[in-house]
């Protein structure tokens, strides 16, 4: 099982930035597909971005241009660099291998981010 911990969230005005961290441990990080995920209260989590193994990446649509994800396998850690932060950006970020956590076999417990207007 890999244990995921998320930090780097926060309380930040909006237009402001913010910059998460995911450290996993296990040496299996490195050949999975990663993604970053938020839950809003009241909302299904749902995927914000991802990154794959070789670096390619993809972004809802409602954060394109705003949010970018990257990794670095060699430290097992992803990131999501969160620029022009909007109220509805208020959520609960997690990462993971995939939207059921089967993969990895856990959530690890989020970062929490809210955006004030």
């Known amino acids: 099982q890999v244990q995921l911990v998320e930090s780097g969230g926060g309380l930040v005005q909006a237009g402001g930035s913010l910059r998460l961290s995911c450290a996993a441990s296990?040496?299996?990080?490195?050949?999975?597909?990663m993604g970053w995920y938020r839950q809003a209260p009241g909302k299904q989590r749902e995927l914000v971005a991802a990154?794959?193994?070789?670096?390619?990446?993809n972004y809802a649509d409602s954060v394109k241009g705003r949010f970018t994800i990257s990794r670095d396998n060699a430290k097992n850690t992803v990131y999501l660099q969160m620029n022009s932060l909007k109220p509805e950006d208020t959520a609960v970020y997690y990462c993971?291998?995939?939207?059921?956590?089967?993969?990895?076999?856990?959530w690890g417990q989020g970062t929490q981010v809210t955006v004030s207007s």
């Open positions: 993971n291998a995939d939207p059921s956590g089967e993969i990895f076999g856990s």
């Open positions: 296990g040496s299996i990080f490195s050949i999975n597909a």
């Open positions: 990154i794959t193994s070789g670096g390619s990446t």
